[in-house]
């Protein structure tokens, strides 16, 4: 059975860089596309970047010139860097695993998603 | 970007009853690459739906999507206790993906 467990520090000051990791178990992580996604306190979910092992990757425009996404094929881990963070960076973090269907297309939908972590951007 | 507008914002039923979650978008959503997950607390969303109206793995068939260019429905017929939770949709038909605000379907 795939499991993904997000794991990182809850408390990050402002300024400073984010950093998670996504540890994936019961698959390879070269089987799949990968992204992080994240919800901020009472608003929507939003996709923040995705990568796939070969280095394919792809970032959404709002956070692009602050994050860093990457693929440790050894570790079977996922990660994310998220640099000069603020209050609006605080949210629950969650890796997902793009659906991948019988037709053999990879879609930007998830149909695995971790438990989440939370961060706290506070000083 | 395409915004994903869901309504009604509180869904308030009886179990045994049907629910009908909408969905509205800014622009025409691609190839109806729309998705439905469900999040109940404390978890992680889980997906029901994708390409418009295709079930994900495991999803019963009393839960149905619908729907096509910017206006797509999400249906649960005869409502169980453990459908009771806040469902989003999301379009991924562009290269960056959206959420909606989320429907929270709650006991009555």
């Known amino acids: 059975q795939v499991q993904l467990q997000e794991s990182g520090p809850g408390l990050v000051r402002p300024s400073e860089t984010l950093s998670l990791t996504c540890t994936v178990s019961?698959?390879?992580?070269?089987?799949?596309?990968w992204s992080w996604i994240r919800q901020p306190p009472g608003k929507r979910l939003e996709w923040i970047a995705y990568?796939?092992?070969?280095?394919?990757?792809n970032y959404n425009p709002s956070l692009k010139s602050r994050v860093t996404i990457s693929i440790d094929t050894p570790k079977n881990q996922l990660s994310l860097r998220l640099s000069s963070v603020t209050a609006a960076d605080t949210a629950v973090y969650y890796c997902a695993r793009h659906l991948y269907d019988s037709s053999g297309y990879y879609y930007d939908a998830f149909d695995m998603w971790g438990q989440g972590t939370t961060v706290t951007v506070s000083s | 970007e395409i915004v994903l507008t869901q309504s009604p914002g509180t869904l308030s039923l009886s179990p045994g009853e049907r629910a009908t979650l909408s969905c509205r978008a800014s622009q025409s959503v691609r190839n109806n690459y729309l998705a439905w997950y469900q999040q109940k607390p404390g978890q992680a969303p889980r997906l029901l739906i994708y390409?418009?109206?295709s079930r994900a793995t495991g999803i019963p068939d009393r839960v149905s999507g619908s729907g096509s260019g910017t206006d797509f429905t999400l249906t649960i017929s005869r409502l169980e206790p453990e459908d009771f939770a806040v469902y989003y949709c999301?379009?991924?038909?562009?290269?960056?993906?959206?959420f909606g605000q989320g429907t929270k379907l709650d006991i009555k």
């Open positions: 990568a796939y092992y070969s280095g394919s990757s």
């Open positions: 019961g698959d390879s992580i070269t089987t799949y596309y």
């Open positions: 390409g418009a109206s």
């Open positions: 999301h379009q991924y038909g562009r290269s960056v993906s959206t």
